[in-house]
Protein backbone atom coordinates (compact mmCIF):
# COMPACT_ATOMS: atom_id res chain seq x y z
CA UNK A 1 0.00 0.00 0.00
CA UNK A 2 1.55 2.91 -0.90
CA UNK A 3 1.64 6.06 1.99
CA UNK A 4 -0.93 9.23 1.76
CA UNK A 5 2.19 11.85 1.89
CA UNK A 6 3.87 9.59 -1.56
CA UNK A 7 0.50 9.77 -3.01
CA UNK A 8 -0.23 13.46 -2.39
CA UNK A 9 2.91 14.65 -3.93
CA UNK A 10 2.70 16.06 -7.45
CA UNK A 11 5.47 15.93 -9.64
CA UNK A 12 7.07 18.78 -11.64
CA UNK A 13 5.33 19.28 -14.88
CA UNK A 14 8.05 21.42 -16.15
CA UNK A 15 10.91 18.39 -15.74
CA UNK A 16 8.58 16.49 -18.13
CA UNK A 17 8.98 19.26 -20.69
CA UNK A 18 12.51 18.99 -19.84
CA UNK A 19 12.65 15.81 -20.85
CA UNK A 20 11.44 16.47 -24.20
CA UNK A 21 12.79 19.34 -24.77
CA UNK A 22 16.48 17.70 -24.20
CA UNK A 23 14.77 14.31 -26.49
CA UNK A 24 14.26 16.83 -29.09
CA UNK A 25 17.50 18.74 -28.68
CA UNK A 26 19.20 15.38 -29.18
CA UNK A 27 17.20 14.56 -32.51
CA UNK A 28 18.97 17.96 -34.20
CA UNK A 29 16.29 20.32 -32.89
CA UNK A 30 17.64 23.97 -31.62
CA UNK A 31 16.27 24.65 -28.21
CA UNK A 32 16.17 27.14 -26.16
CA UNK A 33 15.71 26.93 -21.90
CA UNK A 34 13.24 28.94 -20.59
CA UNK A 35 11.48 26.23 -18.40
CA UNK A 36 13.67 26.19 -15.22
CA UNK A 37 14.39 28.90 -13.22
CA UNK A 38 18.31 28.76 -13.10
CA UNK A 39 21.20 31.10 -13.97
CA UNK A 40 22.59 29.48 -16.93
CA UNK A 41 25.71 31.60 -15.94
CA UNK A 42 27.59 29.42 -13.39
CA UNK A 43 29.30 30.27 -10.30
CA UNK A 44 31.69 33.55 -9.86
CA UNK A 45 34.73 33.11 -11.23
CA UNK A 46 36.41 33.74 -8.44
CA UNK A 47 34.36 30.65 -6.28
CA UNK A 48 35.34 27.85 -9.12
CA UNK A 49 39.08 29.12 -8.45
CA UNK A 50 38.90 29.05 -5.14
CA UNK A 51 36.94 25.45 -5.46
CA UNK A 52 40.17 24.25 -7.53
CA UNK A 53 42.46 25.44 -4.56
CA UNK A 54 40.36 23.44 -2.30
CA UNK A 55 40.51 20.47 -4.26
CA UNK A 56 44.02 20.51 -4.67
CA UNK A 57 44.93 20.88 -0.69
CA UNK A 58 41.83 19.50 1.54
CA UNK A 59 40.62 16.38 2.34
CA UNK A 60 36.95 17.40 2.79
CA UNK A 61 34.41 16.03 5.33
CA UNK A 62 31.78 17.16 7.32
CA UNK A 63 32.21 20.74 7.79
CA UNK A 64 30.28 24.13 8.58
CA UNK A 65 32.20 27.16 7.52
CA UNK A 66 32.43 29.66 10.64
CA UNK A 67 33.97 32.56 8.13
CA UNK A 68 30.68 31.53 5.70
CA UNK A 69 27.97 31.85 8.59
CA UNK A 70 29.65 35.46 10.23
CA UNK A 71 29.78 36.36 6.31
CA UNK A 72 25.94 35.44 5.89
CA UNK A 73 25.05 37.18 9.55
CA UNK A 74 27.07 40.46 8.34
CA UNK A 75 25.09 40.16 5.06
CA UNK A 76 22.06 41.41 7.18
CA UNK A 77 23.35 44.33 8.71
CA UNK A 78 24.47 45.34 5.48
CA UNK A 79 21.46 44.90 3.15
CA UNK A 80 19.02 45.17 5.86
CA UNK A 81 20.13 46.62 9.14
CA UNK A 82 19.45 43.73 11.76
CA UNK A 83 21.36 42.08 13.56
CA UNK A 84 21.71 38.37 13.36
CA UNK A 85 24.45 35.89 14.80
CA UNK A 86 26.19 33.54 13.26
CA UNK A 87 24.58 30.72 15.16
CA UNK A 88 21.32 31.72 13.57
CA UNK A 89 22.20 30.83 10.50
CA UNK A 90 22.10 26.85 9.76
CA UNK A 91 24.01 26.07 6.57
CA UNK A 92 22.51 24.19 4.18
CA UNK A 93 22.46 21.58 1.09
CA UNK A 94 20.48 24.95 -0.66
CA UNK A 95 16.94 26.39 -0.01
CA UNK A 96 15.14 23.31 -0.71
CA UNK A 97 16.26 21.56 2.63
CA UNK A 98 16.11 24.82 4.10
CA UNK A 99 12.27 24.60 4.15
CA UNK A 100 11.93 21.35 5.51
CA UNK A 101 13.90 22.14 8.01
CA UNK A 102 11.92 25.05 9.23
CA UNK A 103 9.00 23.58 8.75
CA UNK A 104 9.81 20.65 11.10
CA UNK A 105 11.00 23.25 13.84
CA UNK A 106 7.74 25.00 13.82
CA UNK A 107 5.01 22.67 13.04
CA UNK A 108 3.30 19.51 13.99
CA UNK A 109 1.71 17.16 11.62
CA UNK A 110 -2.00 18.25 11.25
CA UNK A 111 -1.17 22.25 11.24
CA UNK A 112 -1.92 24.42 8.55
CA UNK A 113 -0.17 26.82 6.68
CA UNK A 114 -0.93 29.12 4.30
CA UNK A 115 0.43 30.15 1.31
CA UNK A 116 -0.22 32.42 -2.18
CA UNK A 117 -1.63 30.22 -4.94
CA UNK A 118 0.40 30.88 -7.63
CA UNK A 119 3.16 29.94 -5.44
CA UNK A 120 6.44 27.75 -6.24
CA UNK A 121 5.14 23.84 -6.23
CA UNK A 122 7.72 22.68 -3.48
CA UNK A 123 5.93 24.56 -0.62
CA UNK A 124 2.53 22.59 -1.00
CA UNK A 125 4.59 19.58 -1.46
CA UNK A 126 6.66 19.80 1.21
CA UNK A 127 3.79 20.86 3.65
CA UNK A 128 2.34 17.77 2.54
CA UNK A 129 5.38 15.34 2.69
CA UNK A 130 4.76 16.53 7.09
CA UNK A 131 1.71 16.05 7.00
CA UNK A 132 0.75 19.75 7.47
CA UNK A 133 -2.11 21.01 5.43
CA UNK A 134 -1.53 23.55 3.31
CA UNK A 135 -4.35 26.34 3.37
CA UNK A 136 -3.72 28.49 -0.18
CA UNK A 137 -5.15 32.10 -0.67
CA UNK A 138 -6.03 32.24 -4.26
CA UNK A 139 -3.80 35.63 -5.20
CA UNK A 140 -4.94 36.94 -8.68
CA UNK A 141 -3.51 39.79 -10.82
CA UNK A 142 -5.18 42.36 -8.60
CA UNK A 143 -2.86 41.52 -5.72
CA UNK A 144 -0.07 41.02 -8.12
CA UNK A 145 -0.16 37.21 -7.32
CA UNK A 146 0.88 38.05 -3.68
CA UNK A 147 -0.32 37.55 -0.03
CA UNK A 148 -2.12 40.45 1.84
CA UNK A 149 -2.61 41.31 5.10
CA UNK A 150 -5.66 41.35 4.31
CA UNK A 151 -6.18 38.11 3.01
CA UNK A 152 -4.27 36.57 6.07
CA UNK A 153 -6.27 38.20 8.26
CA UNK A 154 -9.74 36.80 6.53
CA UNK A 155 -8.84 33.19 7.51
CA UNK A 156 -10.48 31.45 9.66
CA UNK A 157 -9.49 29.86 12.00
CA UNK A 158 -6.07 31.45 11.99
CA UNK A 159 -3.57 28.87 10.50
CA UNK A 160 -0.54 28.19 12.41
CA UNK A 161 1.97 29.35 9.76
CA UNK A 162 2.20 31.09 6.65
CA UNK A 163 4.99 31.19 3.59
CA UNK A 164 5.67 34.06 2.24
CA UNK A 165 7.54 34.74 -1.17
CA UNK A 166 8.80 38.03 -1.99
CA UNK A 167 10.01 38.39 -4.81
CA UNK A 168 8.02 35.20 -6.00
CA UNK A 169 8.06 32.60 -7.97
CA UNK A 170 6.40 32.20 -10.45
CA UNK A 171 5.07 35.93 -10.90
CA UNK A 172 8.46 38.11 -9.70
CA UNK A 173 6.36 40.31 -7.97
CA UNK A 174 7.44 41.89 -4.63
CA UNK A 175 5.77 42.85 -1.51
CA UNK A 176 5.74 46.33 -0.84
CA UNK A 177 7.34 47.42 2.50
CA UNK A 178 4.57 48.91 4.43
CA UNK A 179 2.52 45.55 2.94
CA UNK A 180 5.27 43.30 4.34
CA UNK A 181 5.01 45.13 7.65
CA UNK A 182 1.15 44.46 7.64
CA UNK A 183 1.58 41.06 6.90
CA UNK A 184 3.73 41.33 9.95
CA UNK A 185 1.14 42.96 11.94
CA UNK A 186 -1.17 40.29 11.15
CA UNK A 187 0.88 37.05 12.29
CA UNK A 188 1.95 38.28 15.44
CA UNK A 189 -1.36 39.38 16.30
CA UNK A 190 -3.10 35.48 15.14
CA UNK A 191 -0.57 33.59 16.44
CA UNK A 192 0.87 32.68 12.93
CA UNK A 193 4.52 31.54 12.46
CA UNK A 194 6.21 33.12 9.30
CA UNK A 195 8.80 31.01 6.88
CA UNK A 196 10.01 33.63 4.45
CA UNK A 197 11.59 32.27 1.42
CA UNK A 198 13.91 35.23 0.40
CA UNK A 199 15.95 33.56 -2.75
CA UNK A 200 15.47 35.74 -5.09
CA UNK A 201 16.72 38.59 -3.26
CA UNK A 202 19.63 40.64 -4.81
CA UNK A 203 17.37 40.35 -8.05
CA UNK A 204 15.43 43.20 -8.20
CA UNK A 205 14.44 45.40 -10.68
CA UNK A 206 13.26 48.76 -9.02
CA UNK A 207 14.03 48.95 -4.99
CA UNK A 208 15.60 46.32 -3.37
CA UNK A 209 13.02 43.46 -1.57
CA UNK A 210 12.52 43.91 1.76
CA UNK A 211 13.56 41.10 4.80
CA UNK A 212 11.13 39.87 6.96
CA UNK A 213 13.56 40.08 9.53
CA UNK A 214 13.17 43.83 9.23
CA UNK A 215 9.67 43.50 9.96
CA UNK A 216 9.69 40.11 12.61
CA UNK A 217 12.43 38.93 14.31
CA UNK A 218 10.88 35.92 14.67
CA UNK A 219 10.62 34.96 11.70
CA UNK A 220 12.80 32.31 9.86
CA UNK A 221 14.03 32.63 6.28
CA UNK A 222 14.95 30.60 3.72
CA UNK A 223 17.90 31.81 1.17
CA UNK A 224 20.22 30.68 -1.15
CA UNK A 225 23.08 30.25 -3.35
CA UNK A 226 21.60 29.00 -6.31
CA UNK A 227 19.61 32.55 -7.60
CA UNK A 228 21.63 35.55 -6.93
CA UNK A 229 25.26 33.82 -6.78
CA UNK A 230 23.97 31.85 -9.90
CA UNK A 231 25.64 28.61 -7.79
CA UNK A 232 22.31 25.93 -8.24
CA UNK A 233 24.70 22.84 -8.79
CA UNK A 234 26.46 23.54 -5.74
CA UNK A 235 23.83 22.90 -3.15
CA UNK A 236 24.11 25.47 -0.32
CA UNK A 237 21.60 27.78 1.15
CA UNK A 238 20.72 28.73 4.43
CA UNK A 239 17.99 29.44 7.21
CA UNK A 240 17.99 32.17 9.56
CA UNK A 241 16.40 30.88 12.87
CA UNK A 242 15.55 32.58 15.91
CA UNK A 243 17.42 32.53 19.05
CA UNK A 244 14.75 30.37 21.07
CA UNK A 245 14.93 27.55 17.93
CA UNK A 246 18.79 27.15 17.56
CA UNK A 247 19.06 24.09 18.99
CA UNK A 248 15.73 22.46 17.81
CA UNK A 249 17.30 23.42 13.67
CA UNK A 250 20.80 21.97 14.75
CA UNK A 251 19.32 18.66 15.83
CA UNK A 252 17.35 18.53 12.51
CA UNK A 253 20.26 19.82 10.78
CA UNK A 254 22.33 17.05 12.03
CA UNK A 255 19.93 14.46 11.90
CA UNK A 256 18.60 15.33 8.52
CA UNK A 257 21.47 16.28 6.48
CA UNK A 258 24.60 16.61 8.61
CA UNK A 259 26.18 19.86 6.54
CA UNK A 260 26.16 21.07 2.92
CA UNK A 261 29.20 20.01 0.83
CA UNK A 262 32.38 21.51 2.41
CA UNK A 263 33.72 22.45 -1.22
CA UNK A 264 30.29 24.51 -1.87
CA UNK A 265 31.19 26.48 1.33
CA UNK A 266 34.77 27.38 0.52
CA UNK A 267 33.02 28.54 -2.92
CA UNK A 268 30.08 30.45 -1.62
CA UNK A 269 32.11 32.68 0.87
CA UNK A 270 34.58 34.04 -1.88
CA UNK A 271 31.39 34.47 -3.82
CA UNK A 272 29.81 37.02 -1.35
CA UNK A 273 32.52 39.30 -2.82
CA UNK A 274 31.89 38.88 -6.72
CA UNK A 275 29.54 41.56 -6.62
CA UNK A 276 30.62 43.03 -9.88
CA UNK A 277 30.33 39.69 -11.85
CA UNK A 278 26.55 38.99 -9.83
CA UNK A 279 25.39 42.23 -10.74
CA UNK A 280 26.12 41.86 -14.70
CA UNK A 281 23.58 38.73 -14.16
CA UNK A 282 21.21 41.17 -13.01
CA UNK A 283 21.76 43.78 -15.80
CA UNK A 284 21.00 40.82 -17.88
CA UNK A 285 17.84 39.90 -16.22
CA UNK A 286 16.98 43.37 -16.72
CA UNK A 287 17.62 43.55 -19.77
CA UNK A 288 15.89 40.13 -20.86
CA UNK A 289 12.97 41.44 -19.10
CA UNK A 290 12.26 44.54 -20.68
CA UNK A 291 12.52 42.84 -24.29
CA UNK A 292 10.22 40.14 -22.80
CA UNK A 293 7.70 42.65 -21.45
CA UNK A 294 7.96 44.45 -24.91
CA UNK A 295 7.15 42.02 -27.01
CA UNK A 296 4.61 40.07 -25.47
CA UNK A 297 1.77 42.44 -26.59
CA UNK A 298 2.63 41.59 -30.31
CA UNK A 299 2.18 37.90 -28.98
CA UNK A 300 -1.20 38.63 -27.56
CA UNK A 301 -0.07 38.34 -24.05
CA UNK A 302 -0.73 41.44 -22.01
CA UNK A 303 -2.15 40.38 -19.20
CA UNK A 304 0.77 39.74 -16.61
CA UNK A 305 2.24 41.67 -14.22
CA UNK A 306 5.29 43.10 -14.74
CA UNK A 307 8.09 41.10 -12.38
CA UNK A 308 9.88 42.92 -9.69
CA UNK A 309 12.34 40.76 -9.29
CA UNK A 310 13.30 37.17 -10.13
CA UNK A 311 13.72 35.98 -13.30
CA UNK A 312 10.37 34.91 -14.71
CA UNK A 313 7.20 36.51 -16.24
CA UNK A 314 3.81 34.48 -15.69
CA UNK A 315 1.21 34.90 -18.67
CA UNK A 316 -2.37 34.58 -18.84
CA UNK A 317 -2.81 32.56 -21.89
CA UNK A 318 -6.51 32.02 -20.68
CA UNK A 319 -7.51 33.71 -23.97
CA UNK A 320 -5.47 30.73 -26.56
CA UNK A 321 -5.94 27.65 -24.65
CA UNK A 322 -7.54 25.74 -20.64
CA UNK A 323 -4.47 23.59 -21.13
CA UNK A 324 -1.08 25.18 -20.68
CA UNK A 325 0.77 22.14 -20.53
CA UNK A 326 -0.49 21.48 -24.30
CA UNK A 327 0.39 24.72 -25.09
CA UNK A 328 3.54 24.40 -23.82
CA UNK A 329 4.12 20.87 -25.71
CA UNK A 330 2.79 22.50 -28.81
CA UNK A 331 4.81 25.70 -28.35
CA UNK A 332 8.33 23.36 -27.61
CA UNK A 333 7.45 20.97 -30.37
CA UNK A 334 7.04 23.88 -32.56
CA UNK A 335 9.79 26.90 -32.11
CA UNK A 336 12.01 25.06 -29.26
CA UNK A 337 11.25 27.38 -27.01
CA UNK A 338 10.82 25.51 -23.68
CA UNK A 339 8.94 26.88 -20.69
CA UNK A 340 6.88 25.86 -17.90
CA UNK A 341 3.45 25.44 -17.45
CA UNK A 342 0.83 27.27 -14.67
CA UNK A 343 -0.51 23.81 -13.39
CA UNK A 344 3.04 23.82 -11.94
CA UNK A 345 2.29 26.71 -9.64
CA UNK A 346 -1.38 26.75 -9.24
CA UNK A 347 -3.93 23.58 -9.79
CA UNK A 348 -6.59 25.49 -9.61
CA UNK A 349 -6.17 28.40 -12.57
CA UNK A 350 -3.03 27.16 -13.97
CA UNK A 351 -4.47 25.27 -17.04
CA UNK A 352 -4.07 29.01 -18.38
CA UNK A 353 -1.18 30.44 -17.55
CA UNK A 354 2.64 30.06 -18.69
CA UNK A 355 6.02 30.98 -16.73
CA UNK A 356 8.70 32.66 -19.16
CA UNK A 357 12.03 32.60 -17.32
CA UNK A 358 14.14 34.62 -18.66
CA UNK A 359 17.78 33.44 -16.67
CA UNK A 360 19.82 32.93 -20.41
CA UNK A 361 21.57 35.08 -22.14
CA UNK A 362 19.92 37.98 -24.12
CA UNK A 363 20.80 36.76 -27.41
CA UNK A 364 18.41 33.98 -26.56
CA UNK A 365 15.76 35.55 -25.25
CA UNK A 366 16.09 37.78 -28.39
CA UNK A 367 15.94 34.66 -30.71
CA UNK A 368 13.26 33.13 -28.34
CA UNK A 369 11.16 36.71 -29.15
CA UNK A 370 12.00 35.90 -33.17
CA UNK A 371 10.18 32.15 -32.80
CA UNK A 372 7.26 33.25 -30.33
CA UNK A 373 5.83 36.38 -32.06
CA UNK A 374 4.85 34.91 -35.28
CA UNK A 375 3.81 31.75 -33.28
CA UNK A 376 1.76 33.13 -31.27
CA UNK A 377 0.23 35.16 -33.54
CA UNK A 378 -0.80 32.29 -35.54
CA UNK A 379 -2.30 30.54 -32.39
CA UNK A 380 -4.21 34.05 -31.46
CA UNK A 381 -5.86 33.96 -35.64
CA UNK A 382 -7.12 30.42 -35.05
CA UNK A 383 -8.37 31.03 -31.35
CA UNK A 384 -10.60 34.03 -32.52
C1 LIG B 1 10.91 30.20 -4.75
C2 LIG B 1 11.93 29.11 -4.67
N1 LIG B 1 12.30 28.66 -3.47
C3 LIG B 1 13.18 27.66 -3.35
C4 LIG B 1 13.75 27.06 -4.46
C5 LIG B 1 14.73 25.94 -4.26
O1 LIG B 1 16.03 26.37 -4.47
P1 LIG B 1 17.35 25.62 -4.06
O2 LIG B 1 18.09 25.36 -5.34
O3 LIG B 1 18.11 26.58 -3.21
O4 LIG B 1 17.01 24.37 -3.33
C6 LIG B 1 13.41 27.52 -5.74
C7 LIG B 1 13.98 26.89 -6.93
O5 LIG B 1 13.65 27.20 -8.05
C8 LIG B 1 12.46 28.57 -5.83
O6 LIG B 1 12.08 29.05 -7.02
Known sequence: MRSRSIAEVEPFHAIALSRLAWELAGAGQDIIHMEFGQPSTGAPKAAIAAAQRVLATEAMGYWES??????????????????????QIMLTCGASPAFVLALSCLFAPGDRVALARPGYVAYRNSLKTLYIEPVEIDCGAAERFQLTADALAALDPAPQGVIVASPANP??????PDELARVAAVCRARGIAIVSDEIYHGLAFGDPARSMLEVDPHALIVNSFSKYFSMAGWRLGWLVVPPHLVEAARARMGNLYLTPPELAQHAGLVAFECVDELEGHRATYARNRDLL?????????SRIAPPDGAFYIYADVGHLTQDSYALCEAL??????????GIDFDPVEGHRFVR???AVSTPLVEEAIRRMVPWFSALSVRAA
Do not use: C, H, Q, W
Open 171 to 176: TGTIIA
Open 293 to 301: LDALPAMGL
Open 66 to 87: APLKSRIARSYADNYSVEVAPE
Open 356 to 358: FSF
Open 332 to 341: LRDTGVATAP
